[in-house]
């Protein structure tokens, strides 16, 4: 092999590996919204939000079961998902960790808060989640979200809501 040929072949290899890092990401095929334990929804907080604010998704999470159910926040970190209309943007080192996409010299993301939870036979926890401290959502544009959780049948998946990013001298009501 000569040494300019090299180069193209790092760049092949590079160009595949993303190419299948990209493919392998994508959503779990066969997630549902709802197991044998647990039901899970999402919905938007507000429709709009200029580029320096942050849109917030209501994250439920219902124990469907007739049993009580103790988990910890290590144990059921869900992943977010968004799309906009130029594909996915920009994620931040805490949406990369849970979603295994770390960049190199990225450490894994310890969990350091543990905190126990329960649910008893038909409740429900609510979580709001801060979208722009997963994503950079300063594009201005219409997105898309959806999460998965983990259960013990496998990830759950929410349903998926849209949400508008506008420029900060746009008012935030006009795509309501």
Same mark, same amino acid.
């Given at each position: 092999?000569?040494?300019?040929?090299?180069?193209?072949?790092?760049?092949?290899?590079?160009?595949? /590996?993303?190419?299948?890092?990209?493919?392998?990401?994508?959503?779990?095929?066969?997630?549902?919204?709802?197991?044998?334990?647990?039901?899970?929804? /999402?919905?938007?907080?507000? %429709?709009?939000?200029?580029?320096?604010?942050?849109?917030?998704?209501?994250?439920?999470?219902?124990? /469907?079961?007739?049993? &009580?159910?103790?988990?910890?926040?290590?144990?059921?970190?869900? &992943?977010?998902? /968004?799309?906009?209309?130029?594909?996915?943007?920009?994620?931040?080192?805490? %949406? &990369?960790?849970?979603?295994?996409?770390?960049?190199?010299? %990225?450490?894994?993301?310890?969990?350091?808060?543990?905190?126990?939870?329960?649910?008893?036979?038909?409740?429900? &926890?609510?979580?709001?989640?801060?979208?722009?401290?997963?994503?950079?959502?300063?594009?201005?544009?219409?997105?898309?979200?959806?999460?998965?959780?983990?259960?013990?049948?496998?990830?759950?998946?929410?349903?998926?809501?849209?949400?508008?990013?506008?420029?900060?001298?746009?008012?935030?009501?006009?795509?309501?």
């Amino acid at each position: 092999m000569k040494p300019t040929q090299v180069p193209n072949l790092m760049v092949l290899l590079v160009c595949l /590996i993303l190419a299948d890092l990209h493919a392998s990401r994508a959503q779990t095929p066969d997630a549902v919204n709802h197991s044998d334990t647990f039901a899970v929804s /999402i919905s938007m907080e507000k %429709e709009t939000a200029s580029a320096s604010q942050s849109p917030t998704v209501t994250f439920v999470i219902k124990n /469907i079961s007739d049993k &009580r159910i103790d988990r910890d926040d290590c144990s059921s970190n869900s &992943r977010v998902w /968004i799309q906009g209309e130029q594909g996915e943007p920009p994620t931040t080192y805490r %949406e &990369r960790a849970p979603t295994l996409r770390l960049l190199p010299g %990225e450490p894994e993301l310890a969990c350091t808060l543990n905190m126990s939870w329960s649910l008893a036979p038909r409740e429900s &926890r609510i979580v709001h989640v801060l979208l722009s401290y997963l994503y950079d959502l300063h594009q201005p544009g219409k997105y898309s979200v959806y999460l998965e959780f983990p259960a013990p049948e496998g990830w759950l998946r929410t349903n998926t809501v849209t949400f508008h990013v506008v420029p900060e001298d746009q008012p935030e009501d006009r795509h309501q």
